[in-house]
């Protein structure tokens, strides 16, 4: 099955763009499967609960990869592909051995994926532009040589978010850019219809 | 020493010994430091230029115009075909080489050339001496080009010596590359104003190939000041006050002999190049060796700075 990996710092909102890209998709009830070490768990929960119990605003709270099942409908046919949810990127080296291990296992599967959704909070960068930096420049740049990589300008219902969307514009106009918002649904439609272009 | 493949480097991450940006900027540049931000820089170089209003105008017009047709094409609107290969028209020293290599960094980042490096050829590199030569030696400079700019300098002179000149295969080899690597190879044809106007009336095919005109025209004694200053600085010298009046004074008897405008921002740095070395000659003559004496270029140090 073709993989789609969420990518991006803590608190960008991997998960809650999982989780709302796939209620948009028409999925009421979510069946997560979590990587660990000893196997994989899965986790069934209606869409409100995920919402509940997986997003936090506080940042690290996906602590390993989850993905779910989705499929979109093209005409009449069926096109199904995996989402992984990953643990948040950030520069340096994390204190905790746990953390650094899901962001090891993020990146491998960032290379192997065949589609990257790289989120960035658009409404944080328009606060501070200086929060777009050289994880976001080293993300973009290897995406550019797998040429799958889609960034996703998030958290659009907030008001900085549009200075922070000119912002990410200027900086990655070789990539393709999509504004969206997990609270509003707003872009969904534009990333479905590029997921079915590249898977 | 062989690379390390990206599991080892992830391995790394994994056990703390390397953080996240850089093993990906291993992953990326295989060791080089990292560039950051690099289409910014990019940007700021071209700002930094002093004067060419005209030429940055132009630039951000192109790099606006890649921008929409990129983001067209990712919603399936009809795009336009981008065919960017430029004349540069202007006086040597006016910029047309450092413009053109800034300009293979920027659609390096923009994602229109794959690797933006330049190449900077004349006709000696192009045409041969004997029927075959030519296409064979315009194709070895077109094969280093590629993915990156071939900026032909006085590319007029390859319309020299008429029909039977070697020159016109080379144009005929370098036209059939444009069109058989569209996305691989962006051509700049550079040279003197006038000669290039002629070089493309007398090859009518070509002004349609070339869509970008550019001019550089010549700069003032002002401007040329301000490129003096620059390059005084990035050596880590300035002018004392009799300086500066000495140079505005070199540059404007330049100005009104002609020399100018056939050396432009090349006169400059020799003008520099020259006051550097005759105010270390000053110096060690004097034996005055302090941190102050050491920046300062004096009046003394540039009058008949050309010899």
Redesign the interface.
């Known amino acids: 099955m073709r993989r789609t990996a969420v990518i991006g710092r803590p608190n960008a909102g991997k998960t809650a763009f999982t989780i709302s890209f796939a209620t948009y998709l028409g999925f009421q009830t979510l069946r997560f499967v979590r990587r660990q070490a000893e196997g994989s768990v899965e986790l069934e929960l209606s869409a409100e609960a995920a919402k509940g119990d997986l997003v936090s605003p506080l940042p690290h709270k996906t602590t390993q990869i989850q993905s779910l099942e989705l499929e979109c409908t093209v005409g009449k046919g069926k096109r199904q592909f995996e989402l992984f949810d990953t643990c948040g ?6 204190p905790e ?1 746990e953390i ?2 899901a ?2 296992q993020s ?2 599967l960032l ?1 192997d994926a065949d589609l990257v959704m790289h989120i960035i909070d658009a409404a944080l960068i328009g606060k501070d532009q200086s929060s777009l ?3 976001e ?3 973009a ?2 995406g ?2 797998r040429g799958n990589h889609l960034i996703l300008a998030n958290k659009m219902d907030l008001a900085s978010a549009n200075q922070g969307l000119r912002t990410i ?3 990655f ?4 850019i999509i504004a969206t918002s997990a609270r509003t649904g707003q872009g969904f439609r534009e990333v479905k219809k ?1 997921v079915l272009r590249i898977l | 020493m062989p690379q390390p493949t ?2 080892e480097l ?2 790394k ?9 850089e ?3 291993l ?2 540049r295989k060791g080089d430091p ?1 560039p ?5 820089q990019a940007r700021a170089k071209l700002q930094a230029l002093v004067g060419l209003e005209s030429v940055k105008k132009l630039v951000g017009e192109l ?1 606006a115009f ?2 929409v047709q ?1 983001r067209r094409q ?1 919603e399936g609107l009809v795009t336009e075909p981008m065919v960017l290969h430029m004349v540069f028209s202007g006086s040597p020293g006016t910029g047309k080489t450092t413009v053109a290599r800034i300009l293979g960094e920027l659609f390096l ?3 229109v050339l794959p690797k933006g490096h330049l190449v900077e050829v004349e006709r000696a590199d192009l045409v041969g001496e004997y029927i075959g030569h030519t296409a064979q030696k315009t194709r070895e400079q077109i094969r280093r080009a590629m993915g990156g700019i071939l900026f032909i300098d006085e590319a007029y002179a390859l319309a020299r010596g008429g029909e039977k000149d070697f020159g016109k295969e080379a144009i005929d080899t370098l036209v059939k590359a444009m069109e058989d690597h569209k996305d691989q190879l962006l051509l700049i044809l550079a040279g003197y104003d006038e000669e290039m106007e002629n070089f493309l009336a007398t090859n009518p095919g070509l002004r349609s190939r070339f869509p970008i005109q550019i001019r550089f025209p010549d700069y003032t004694v002002m401007q040329l000041e301000s490129i003096a200053r620059q390059m005084l600085r990035s050596r880590q010298y300035k002018l004392s006050a009799d300086g500066q009046a000495a140079l505005r004074r070199q540059l404007i008897a330049a100005s009104l002999s002609g020399e100018l405008s056939c050396g432009n921002a090349r006169l400059v740095r020799n003008i520099i190049e020259s006051a550097i070395r005759k105010q270390a000659v000053r110096l060690v003559a004097e034996g005055k060796l302090s941190r102050n004496e050491l920046v300062e270029i004096q009046g003394g140090d540039l009058r008949g700075g050309e010899d």
């Open positions: 990127l950030m520069e340096g080296i994390h051995g650094r291990l962001m090891a990146l491998m290379r930096g050289v994880l420049e080293e993300l740049t290897w550019r040589t514009e200027r900086h106009s070789a990539l393709p590029y | 990206v599991e992830l391995s991450v994994k056990r703390g010994e390397l953080g996240v940006e093993a990906l900027g992953i990326n990292a950051a931000l690099a289409l910014e790099e890649i921008v990129k990712q980042q923009l994602g």
